[in-house]
């Protein structure tokens, strides 16, 4: 099968499975419900890694034999590809950690969750292979509404519902800038397809209907990726998620936002009569920065587990921001590796989290204070996560981090010491709960005096016999996607070929000669040649940065179980900081909202100014 055939199948394959089992599901038992949305699942990942493997030239397909100036066109480069093979991989570990995970009724019921789970799926690839800007569009919006129903799945329960209220109202906002955003381009240029879309750009000059364009297309991204100030649905969705949900949401979801700003930029903005590379730069590294600190200072902060993991992925978006803000195949091919690993060691971070919740019906880090001694084998997969977040080698996060961080220093000499604090900081607050949790370490902790907290105790159990034996594939699934995430950063080929994807994408005019040439290579690709492929290896430099990461969170977690990190007085400036950063997460959707409209104004002063 050439590229061409694949294309659409990697968008109609998880479409046909929903649909599927939205029609037999009531029929079969929740045994039959599985086999089928495994078997879908795997044809996914099969799809996608024969379209990976096709190799490096950007392919197209013609949906309905229509060309692209009047039709729907699918388009993969590797790094697109790579994203919809890394979200097929996702799917169908959550497909499987969750065959026995949910105590759901037989009959009607059965296949509602896959079917949603495939749905989901169907978003999230159709967005990473599209090649046209309104059907980007919606996609993302089919990804969000199949994680709506996901978010509130539990309508027994109302902190689940009000979870995905909140998701949904703030997304939707969101969605609806990024579609104004889309009126006025299509405007301007009578085009909707990303490639022509550039193309026609050149003959305008850039002003402000430009650049407001690109801040609200861009916003509904930057809300999907939790960027500060865009990210506060994220940890409250995340809290009353089913755990295989916040799978998914962390491990790839919020990825694609990031990616998304990308594609948009480059294909669209980056030429003549777009958004200057300096303003784009400087504008998003600061926004890399702020959310990577911001996140990593939240994440410290939280006893309930799948909150810390949320403003770890917060923390971590910063960092995938700061990559792509530095406009170079080398901070592209970095950020690449680093989205592939991390989202493995997140979901499967999430997945033993689900474990916790499966034995003790709790996710409070204090309340479980030596409890999983019994787990120690889960502990160990716990820690190992933790310090694969810090950047250990030989983990692929820490290749990723090595790549991008030595892109950054060469803009900005003490970019380094960002990656170095986020990942050691929010590896720290993971290795922390894994050493009291599943090892007792140190003494019981206490609770904050005068300050509310989101604990985790009293959580709703997602299964309904917590005396079970533990299911295997809730084990089996994490440590796959830990050596995953291992493999990532072991085989050479894997990050050559991400290399040279990134040398693709950010050649705009060699992916609009792909998609106006019609289905197949774009005959300008081999000039790609003699463009450098930019190393991604790990150097001596890499490998010491990532082990400092690594020992900085052994430390900071070491000192944090045995209390002798240093307690700030309550009217030091510092303590009072991270008090007003607790209380700007309200839970309060006006205030979101707020801070929603707050951002999109401040980053289109910010990118005019540079004008």
Known sequence: MTAADLLPLAVVVPLLGAALLAVVGRLLPRLGCDIVATTVATAEVICLVLLWTRGGRPATADLGGWPARVGIVLAADPIGTGLALLVATLVLAVIVYSWRYFDEPQGEHAGIFPALILLFEAGMAGFALTGDLFNAFVFFELMGAAAYALTGYHIEDPRPLQGALTFGIVTSFAAYCSLLGIGLVYARTGELNLARLGEQLVGHRTDLLT????????????????????????????????????????????????????????????????????????????????????????????????????????????????????????????TALYVAAHGCVKAALFALTGVLLDRYGSVDEHGLHGRARELRPVGV???????????????????????????????????????????????????????????????????????????????????????????????????????????????????????????????????????????????????????????????????????????????????????????????????????????????????????????????????????
């Open 211 to 334: 650049v407001l364009a690109f801040v609200l297309i861009v916003t509904a991204l930057l809300v999907k990726a939790a960027a500060v100030p865009f990210h506060f649905w994220l940890p409250d969705a995340h809290a009353v998620a089913p755990t295989p949900v916040c799978m998914l949401m962390s491990g790839v979801m919020v990825e694609l936002g990031v990616y998304g700003i990308a594609r948009v930029y480059w294909t669209v903005f980056s030429g003549p009569g777009g958004i200057p590379h300096d303003a784009i730069r400087t504008t998003f590294a600061a926004l890399g920065v702020l959310t990577a600190l911001i996140g990593a200072v939240m994440c410290w902060q939280q006893r309930h587990l799948k909150r810390l993991l949320a403003f770890s992925t917060i923390s971590h978006v910063g960092l995938f921001l700061i990559g792509i803000a530095l406009l170079t195949p080398d901070g592209t091919a970095g």
């Open 381 to 611: 997969l716990f820690v190992a996560g933790a310090l694969a977040l810090a950047g250990l080698p030989p983990f692929g996060t820490g290749l990723g981090k090595a790549v991008a961080e030595h892109a950054a220093g060469h803009w900005q000499p003490w970019l380094p010491a960002v990656f170095v604090a986020a990942s050691a900081l929010t590896g720290a607050a993971v290795l922390r709960a894994g050493l009291r949790v599943f090892w007792g370490a140190g003494p019981p902790p206490s609770d904050r005096p005068g300050e509310e907290e989101t604990t985790g105790e009293g959580e709703e159990p997602e299964i309904r016999s917590p005396q079970r034996t533990l299911p295997p594939t809730m084990t089996i699934v994490p440590a796959l996607l830990l050596a995953l995430a291992a493999a990532v950063g072991c085989l050479p080929a894997v990050a050559d070929t991400l290399a040279h994807g990134a040398v693709v994408f950010t050649d705009p005019a060699a992916y609009a000669a792909a998609v106006t040439a019609g289905q197949g290579a774009s005959p300008a690709v081999p000039a790609l040649a003699a463009v450098p492929v930019p190393p991604a290896a790990w150097t001596t430099a890499g490998v010491l940065l990532g082990l400092l990461s690594a020992a900085l969170a052994v430390a900071l977690a070491t000192a944090a179980v045995h209390r002798r990190t240093p307690q700030l007085p309550r009217r030091h400036p510092a303590a009072r900081g991270v008090r007003a950063l607790r209380r700007l997460h309200s839970g309060r959707l006006g205030d979101y909202l707020a801070w929603l409209a707050l951002g999109v104004a401040v980053l289109c002063a910010a990118i005019a100014a540079q004008t």
